[in-house]
């Protein structure tokens, strides 16, 4: 190995032009400043609640740190399912259940057990920013599907047939949705069911912010829908709804088609989940507390969400109303700058470190996302050097 050129030839081509993540690029320089506030994690600022703690690390003192079942322990995926029916009336069986390394296993998992060579998979952006890399090492072609605000950010029945060609395998369906905020509700998902059906679509349905819902509008999963249970494979996890990001625990349901053949890879590559991981997860979910620990969580978020959309409103930029997730995702494009410019600035001259909507696909250029996983005091920080930055453009 001699030049950095030559040494090409020793890397994968279609990791070698894989960009890296949008997200990473602006956090390197903000972690080595001074003074920057942050709107740009995407990671809930509460703790793990205590009991969920404590499992883990009685499992830890008690000696209970051998694998588990490749699937995950047996009383986790019955818990699993009983909480997916009793929150989004879907039906699984413990058989039916894989405990991942976070949801983003997960997502590795679907699209490397249903990809071939050149398979096609249809990626509603903007949207989280692994799903295109993850298409890609998969052997597959991701195809963007670019959604609209006024359309507050939902994919269409026309948007999917439009999409759709001979080589079309899968969709990826994000809602509720990391960057936008914006959800599916029933109905939007039974109309774009019948696209679905006459192309025979397989459905990867991220649903990791599901318990993260505002306005009374409860999530629904497509795969409650007549038809769609046996095409679906669901994605969920521990990160969000239990403020668990770092125990990197989520699971995968769908039906054993695809479920035995995710099984092979997960077993080859990671053998299981950790195990103190999964005791904390049994913990999260079957204690009596759950549903009033998630209620406080998604009641702060809310306060949050109507501070952020309410100060970006007030200095004069347009804003979607989030109804899921925790972002907002304002557009600057009456600011003149793209994407990538406004966040450059933002950083380097007022301290405030937001990300560009284009790193979540190109129909998020002229939109910035910014989290409310933050203490109202760091938002409304945050939103004064903001509107600072605006007075200062309008002067140049």
């Given at each position: 190995?001699r030049?950095?050129t030559?040494n090409t030839?020793?890397i994968?081509?279609?990791?070698?032009t894989?960009?890296t993540s949008?997200?990473?690029?602006?956090?390197?320089v903000a972690?080595?400043?001074?003074?920057?506030?942050?709107?740009?994690?995407g990671e809930?600022?509460?703790?793990t609640p205590?009991?969920?703690?404590?499992?883990?690390?009685?499992?830890?003192?008690r000696?209970?740190?051998?694998?588990?079942?490749n699937?995950g322990?047996?009383?986790?995926r019955e818990?699993?399912?009983?909480?997916?029916?009793?929150?989004?009336?879907?039906?699984?069986?413990?058989e039916?259940?894989?405990?991942?390394?976070g949801a983003?296993e997960?997502?590795?998992?679907?699209?490397?057990?249903?990809l071939?060579?050149?398979?096609?998979v249809?990626?509603?952006?903007p949207s989280?920013?692994?799903?295109?890399p993850?298409?890609t090492?998969?052997?597959?072609?991701?195809?963007p599907?670019?959604t609209?605000?006024?359309?507050?950010?939902?994919?269409?029945?026309e948007?999917?047939r439009?999409?759709?060609?001979?080589?079309t395998?899968?969709?990826?369906l994000?809602?509720?949705n990391n960057?936008?905020?914006?959800?599916m509700?029933?109905?939007?998902l039974?109309a774009?069911?019948?696209?679905i059906?006459?192309n025979?679509l397989i459905?990867?349905?991220?649903e990791i912010?599901a318990?993260l819902?505002y306005?009374?509008?409860?999530?629904?999963?497509?795969?409650?829908?007549?038809?769609?249970?046996e095409r679906t494979?669901?994605?969920?996890g521990?990160?969000?709804a239990?403020?668990?990001?770092?125990w990197?625990l989520?699971?995968?349901?769908?039906?054993?088609?695809f479920?035995?053949?995710?099984?092979?890879?997960?077993?080859?590559?990671?053998m299981c989940?950790?195990?103190?991981?999964?005791?904390?997860g049994?913990e999260?979910?079957?204690?009596?507390?759950r549903?009033?620990?998630?209620?406080?969580?998604?009641?702060?978020?809310d306060?949050r969400r109507?501070?952020?959309?309410?100060?970006?409103r007030?200095m004069?930029?347009d804003?979607?109303?989030?109804q899921?997730?925790?972002y907002?995702f304002?557009?600057?494009?009456?600011?003149?700058l793209?994407?990538?410019?406004?966040c450059?600035?933002?950083l380097?001259?007022n301290?405030?470190a937001?990300?560009?909507g284009?790193?979540?696909?190109?129909s998020g250029?002229?939109f910035?996302?910014?989290?409310?996983?933050?203490?109202?005091e760091s938002?409304?920080?945050a939103?004064?050097?903001i509107?600072?930055?605006l007075k200062?453009?309008?002067?140049e």
């Amino acid at each position: 190995m001699r030049n950095e050129t030559e040494n090409t030839k020793y890397i994968a081509d279609n990791i070698r032009t894989m960009p890296t993540s949008g997200i990473r690029k602006f956090f390197d320089v903000a972690n080595t400043m001074e003074g920057v506030v942050s709107l740009g994690v995407g990671e809930p600022d509460f703790n793990t609640p205590w009991h969920a703690s404590e499992a883990a690390i009685l499992s830890i003192e008690r000696g209970q740190t051998s694998y588990t079942s490749n699937q995950g322990m047996m009383e986790l995926r019955e818990a699993i399912c009983e909480y997916l029916k009793e929150k989004f009336d879907v039906a699984y069986r413990p058989e039916e259940i894989v405990v991942t390394v976070g949801a983003s296993e997960g997502i590795d998992l679907a699209l490397r057990a249903i990809l071939n060579p050149g398979d096609e998979v249809l990626v509603p952006e903007p949207s989280y920013v692994s799903y295109k890399p993850c298409v890609t090492m998969a052997g597959g072609i991701p195809v963007p599907i670019d959604t609209k605000a006024e359309n507050e950010f939902r994919v269409t029945p026309e948007e999917i047939r439009a999409a759709v060609t001979e080589r079309t395998k899968a969709i990826l369906l994000p809602y509720p949705n990391n960057p936008t905020g914006g959800i599916m509700r029933k109905e939007h998902l039974e109309a774009i069911v019948p696209a679905i059906l006459e192309n025979d679509l397989i459905v990867i349905s991220d649903e990791i912010y599901a318990e993260l819902t505002y306005g009374g509008t409860p999530h629904v999963s497509i795969a409650s829908l007549p038809g769609m249970w046996e095409r679906t494979i669901l994605l969920n996890g521990f990160s969000k709804a239990f403020a668990m990001t770092g125990w990197r625990l989520g699971y995968v349901a769908a039906p054993p088609l695809f479920l035995d053949e995710m099984l092979k890879i997960h077993q080859y590559i990671i053998m299981c989940a950790p195990t103190m991981s999964q005791y904390a997860g049994l913990e999260a979910l079957k204690n009596d507390r759950r549903e009033d620990e998630l209620a406080l969580m998604r009641d702060a978020y809310d306060e949050r969400r109507r501070v952020m959309v309410d100060g970006f409103r007030a200095m004069g930029l347009d804003c979607f109303e989030p109804q899921g997730a925790f972002y907002v995702f304002p557009s600057i494009q009456s600011t003149g700058l793209s994407s990538e410019e406004f966040c450059e600035r933002l950083l380097y001259e007022n301290q405030t470190a937001v990300v560009p909507g284009t790193a979540f696909g190109r129909s998020g250029e002229g939109f910035i996302r910014c989290s409310y996983a933050y203490s109202v005091e760091s938002i409304r920080a945050a939103l004064d050097r903001i509107e600072a930055f605006l007075k200062k453009l309008k002067m140049e």
